[in-house]
């Protein structure tokens, strides 16, 4: 994961529905590639799963992340470039994000 893909992650967490063609302009990507990036992502475990849970403030969202083994530390420390909240697990998932 470099800093296009946070970029993509971070394009998504605030509008899941954003189009490639859109996130390919502002990450200066062709679509292909946006697309090759996020099918990537799908395929590495980073987006897998997503949880949204409404607070009264506004709304706030879980990551749950399921990694190889070995990479959970250096997922985490790119987690941590997204969030102060990061989280190891045991389970299912290996590392919980809060957004």
């Given at each position: 994961?470099?800093?296009?893909?946070?970029?993509?992650?971070?394009?998504?967490?605030?509008?899941?529905?954003?189009?490639?063609?859109?996130?390919?302009?502002?990450?200066?990507?062709?679509?292909?590639?946006?697309?090759?990036?996020?099918?990537?992502?799908?395929?590495?475990?980073?987006?897998?799963?997503?949880?949204?849970?409404?607070?009264?403030?506004?709304?706030?969202?879980?990551?749950?992340?399921?990694?190889h083994?070995?990479?959970?530390?250096?997922?985490?420390?790119?987690?941590?470039?997204?969030?102060?909240?990061?989280?190891?697990?045991?389970?299912?998932?290996?590392?919980?994000?809060r957004?």
């Amino acid at each position: 994961m470099d800093d296009t893909d946070i970029k993509i992650l971070n394009l998504l967490r605030d509008n899941s529905r954003m189009k490639n063609t859109e996130i390919a302009r502002m990450v200066n990507l062709t679509e292909r590639a946006v697309r090759a990036r996020i099918e990537k992502l799908v395929r590495e475990g980073v987006i897998r799963k997503f949880t949204i849970e409404t607070t009264p403030v506004g709304f706030e969202g879980i990551v749950l992340i399921d990694t190889h083994v070995g990479r959970t530390p250096a997922v985490k420390a790119k987690a941590t470039e997204l969030s102060e909240s990061v989280f190891e697990c045991s389970g299912e998932f290996d590392v919980a994000v809060r957004l």
